[in-house]
T-cell receptor, first 113, second 112 residues
């Protein structure tokens, strides 16, 4: 089945690291994604990882992929108040000649000053 | 300035009324998608199109219709058959045959 699970809420102090976790079900997904949504806005593509990679680092963001456990995480170093948002994990799933994204319910990150 | 635009930002629908949400992109993407987002939930796929004059139903197409007459445009009509239309609607686009999708700013639809 199609299911992506995320914890609902995370609160961290400014300057600390944040770790947002996600589990997915489709082992054939080629790419896994992290999107950020600020209040009332669309989704901003933050980063993605190819399924044959274990880790990807992009400035303050580190993505870890454990394909055996179907577990994905996003670590934000030196978290700032501007990082407060909802973070969505998504896996890609093939449909006919196209792909769709299966999203988790989102993790709301609150950064306390 | 390349990107995806959606209009209007807010839309109000009366009972029995059809309303149309606009989505335009100038990224030269072949594929376009419509998703619905309800509070506290992820996004669900309504319709998608890989090429002009062709589109397919997604997971929750009932009560919606689309057209794809131009590569740049993929309007979504919420018909009176959609009994629970209040939601945040997001349009996305991407390169044909590739998985990454880029999103517009969204339209919030409210029922009067």
């Amino acid at each position: 089945g199609e299911d992506v699970e995320q914890s609902l809420f995370l609160s961290v102090r400014e300057g600390d690291s944040s770790v947002i976790n996600c589990t997915y079900t489709d082992s054939s997904s080629t790419y896994l994604y992290w999107y950020k949504q600020e209040p009332g806005a669309g989704l901003q593509l933050l980063t993605y990882i190819f399924s044959n990679m274990d880790m990807k680092q992009d400035q303050r963001l580190t993505v870890l992929l454990n394909k055996k456990d179907k577990h994905l995480s996003l670590r934000i170093a030196d978290t700032q108040t501007g990082d407060s948002a909802i973070y969505f994990c998504a896996e890609s799933m093939r449909m006919d000649s196209s792909y769709k994204l299966i999203f988790g319910s989102g993790t709301r990150l609150l950064v306390r000053p | 300035d390349g990107g995806i635009t959606q209009s209007p930002k807010y839309l109000f629908r009366k009972e029995g009324q059809n309303v149309t949400l606009s989505c335009e992109q100038n990224l030269n993407h072949d594929a376009m998608y419509w998703y619905r987002q309800d509070p506290g939930q992820g996004l669900r796929l309504i319709y998608y199109s890989q090429i002009v004059n062709d589109f397919q139903k997604g997971d929750i197409a009932e009560g919606y219709s689309v057209s794809r007459e131009k590569k740049e445009s993929f309007p979504l009509t919420v018909t009176s058959a959609q009994k629970n239309p209040t939601a945040f609607y997001l349009c996305a686009s991407g390169l044909a045959g590739q998985e990454t999708q880029y999103f517009g700013p969204g339209t919030r639809l409210l029922v009067l």
